[in-house]
T-cell receptor, first 112, second 113 residues
Framework: SAVISQKPSRDICQRGTSLTIQCQVDSQVTMMFWYRQQPGQSLTLIATANQGSEATYESGFVIDKFPISRPNLTFSTLTVSNMSPEDSSIYLC?????????FGPGTRLTVT | QKEVEQDPGPLSVPEGAIVSLNCTYSNSAFQYFMWYRQYSRKGPELLMYTYSSGNKEDGRFTAQVDKSSKYISLFIRDSQPSDSATYLCAMSGYGGSQGNLIFGKGTKLSVKP
């Protein structure tokens, strides 16, 4: 497994602003993923971040809204841009080790 | 029809009971099946990982996959208050990052002392 940390753990932001979420892993991993967990909804994959290449976004998610950086094998950031109340959610990063995915503790975002 | 259906509960059982958690799915291409446990305000924790049909046991936990019925189950024996959490099923058509994990909405379990 892996130890994954996220910053911030929670935040309250105003409409129209942006928030960058950081994800740090204690070992080098090739694949990192960003998920969204909205109340009462399934965990949904936003994008896959492979070090050294552009992130791959799932249907319904775009780079302008959720830009991702992956500067090295232990770190990634997700930015939620131009936020609206609909972006209030828990954002989780995960890493793949072998064929298994492990999740960070999540960032709880509230947009007012 | 959603790809993965999971009864959200809540499910409340007395300590020591056998718990059965279930998911159904519609995509016959799914071959990899996982169960995650998520405590309140924490990230999901991988409990069980199985491939194709059959059973897998790990301590008090048993995962079953019936591909013919498109039905997966997680059994918890001798349930403990510490098992109180939300349980998420997840599945994929391919191993590892080649396959997007599709999650159920989760079942909230409460084990009463």
């Amino acid at each position: 497994s892996a130890v994954i940390s996220q910053k911030p753990s929670r935040d309250i932001c105003q409409r129209g602003t942006s928030l960058t979420i950081q994800c740090q892993v204690d070992s080098q991993v090739t694949m990192m993923f960003w998920y969204r967990q909205q109340p009462g909804q399934s965990l949904t994959l936003i994008a896959t971040a492979n070090q050294g290449s552009e992130a791959t976004y799932e249907s319904g998610f775009v780079i302008d809204k959720f830009p991702i950086s992956r500067p090295n094998l232990t770190f990634s950031t997700l930015t939620v841009s131009n936020m609206s109340p609909e972006d209030s959610s828990i954002y989780l990063c995960s890493v793949e080790i072998g064929y298994e995915q492990y999740f960070g503790p999540g960032t709880r975002l509230t947009v007012t | 029809q959603k790809e993965v259906e999971q009864d959200p509960g809540p499910l409340s059982v007395p300590e020591g009971a056998i718990v059965s958690l279930n998911c159904t799915y519609s995509n016959s291409a799914f071959q990899y099946f996982m169960w995650y446990r998520q405590y309140s305000r924490k990230g999901p924790e991988l409990l069980m990982y199985t491939y194709s049909s059959g059973n897998k046991e790990d301590g008090r936990f048993t995962a079953q996959v019936d591909k013919s019925s498109k039905y997966i189950s997680l059994f918890i024996r001798d349930s403990q208050p510490s098992d109180s959490a939300t349980y998420l099923c997840a599945m994929s058509g391919y191993g590892g990052s080649q396959g997007n994990l599709i999650f159920g909405k989760g079942t909230k379990l409460s084990v009463k002392p």
